[in-house]
């Protein structure tokens, strides 16, 4: 995987794992959905160990859902309200999205939500 090596390539290259993730889920390419998400964990690893997660916000009005969802995952412990403000949005498509952001506030809610970074 590519090393990050700024803020502004890591929300690049957030952008483009997140819009990835999001048509790999969606056409049930399971290898390029997890790879999609490996590399977003790793931009929210290394935003996080430089203080820096309140970057996302800048995604969460982000065209792609994928993008806006995912940068929501990742201002959850941090920016709560707003995060979940944007997953709520999300959980009311009709879309695999909508899965994915109903079950997060799910988990969020009931304090089982595990982050991997």
């Known amino acids: 995987m590519k090393q990050i090596d700024n803020i502004s390539e890591a929300l690049t290259d957030f952008r483009l794992a997140a819009a990835t993730q999001v048509v790999a889920t969606e056409s049930g390419d399971y290898k390029k959905g997890n790879n999609a998400f490996d590399r977003i964990i790793q931009i929210l690893k290394y935003l996080k160990g430089l203080g820096k997660t309140n970057e996302l916000e ?16 990742g201002l959850l412990p941090t920016y709560p309200k707003i995060a ?3 997953l709520k949005e999300i959980s009311l498509r009709e879309d695999i999205s909508s899965l994915t952001a ?13 982050y991997p970074f």
């Open 58 to 73: 800048a995604l969460l009005s982000d065209s792609n859902v994928g993008v806006r969802m995912f940068a929501a995952y």
């Open 84 to 86: 979940v403000q944007i």
């Open 102 to 114: 109903k079950t997060t506030l799910e988990q969020w809610e009931q304090n089982t939500l595990i």
